[in-house]
């Protein structure tokens, strides 16, 4: 796939010891949004604007 991502991590050991992370390179969005997405209202449509802009 050729994503670029950075380190999957656990922001807070307390708050959630079993939720990690990871963020997605900006350079690497657009592939994102198109191979994998996301089903989460806020980040589908920031997704869906972000490939509008991109085209």
């Given amino acids: 796939m050729n ?3 950075g380190v ?3 922001p807070s050991k ?3 010891p079993n939720y990690f992370r990871f963020f997605i390179s900006s ?3 657009k592939d994102f949004i198109k191979v994998i997405g996301s089903f989460h209202p806020r980040k589908k449509e ?3 604007k ?3 802009e991109s085209s």
């Fill in 3 to 5: 994503i670029k991502c």
């Fill in 8 to 10: 999957i991590h656990n």
């Fill in 14 to 16: 307390y708050a959630d």
């Fill in 27 to 29: 350079k690497s969005y």
């Fill in 46 to 48: 920031i997704f869906l």
């Fill in 50 to 52: 972000r490939d509008a």
